[in-house]
């Protein structure tokens, strides 16, 4: 679905589901790239084409003219990682969420966060992020690992989000990594549940 959003930087398309014929069209801008101390996640149209074609992705896009200037990820956990273990249709991941330097004080952050919740099972979900601080452009913001973290933070809480804990080793490397997890109002107590102990690394044995 294709939107019109009007910015200090002009006016911008929103695209939400984008398909990956949607993402075939458009061109990649070249501030997704390497930067010193930084590389972003997806550099190339041909990624997010392929993360378009997986069951319950949202890929969420922010066009100006041609060209991709911003992009969020909403998606299944990969197999190899803990929170699968639930299975099926119970959880969904914030896989990534960027927008170029020239227009990271425009407001595109909440938008993208605002389309990857248009999925319309996420009341049904749980869903999560990670942030590491080896992976975030902190000089490009020019902001400590404390400070993106809060930054971070004030973006995702409005929408539901919160900071939660777990022993994933990972995420437990560095004390300014974070973790916030949203449970959707429909999501039985059971489930919630499993969630809580899977933070821990103990493992349902059946879960709904």
């Not at 041609?66 to 959880?91: A, H, N, Y």
């Amino acid at each position: 679905m294709w939107n019109t959003l009007e910015t200090r930087e002009g006016q911008m398309s929103i695209v939400t589901f984008a398909s990956h014929d949607d993402i075939s069209r458009l061109e990649f801008d070249p501030q997704f790239g390497e930067h010193t101390g930084f590389r972003s996640l997806y550099t190339r149209g041909e990624s997010l084409m392929m993360r378009s074609c997986e069951e319950d992705s949202n890929v969420v896009l922010a066009v100006r003219g041609e060209t991709i200037v911003g992009f969020g990820l909403l998606t299944c956990p990969d197999p190899d990682q803990r929170w699968s273990r639930l299975g099926p249709k119970t959880v969904l991941e914030v896989k990534g969420i960027e927008v170029i330097r020239a227009f990271r004080k425009s407001g595109l952050g909440k938008v993208l966060v605002e389309g990857m919740l248009s999925h319309p099972e996420v009341e049904k979900r749980i869903l999560y992020l990670v942030g590491y601080t080896w992976v975030w452009d902190l000089t490009g913001a020019g902001l400590t690992g404390a400070q993106y973290h809060r930054m971070m933070v004030r973006l995702f809480e409005p929408f539901g989000f919160c900071e939660c804990k777990t022993n994933e080793p990972n995420i437990c490397l560095d004390s300014d990594n974070l973790f916030m997890c949203r449970t959707g109002k429909n999501v039985s107590a059971r489930l919630r549940d499993d969630f809580k102990w899977l933070c821990f690394g103990v493992y349902p044995q059946t879960s709904e």
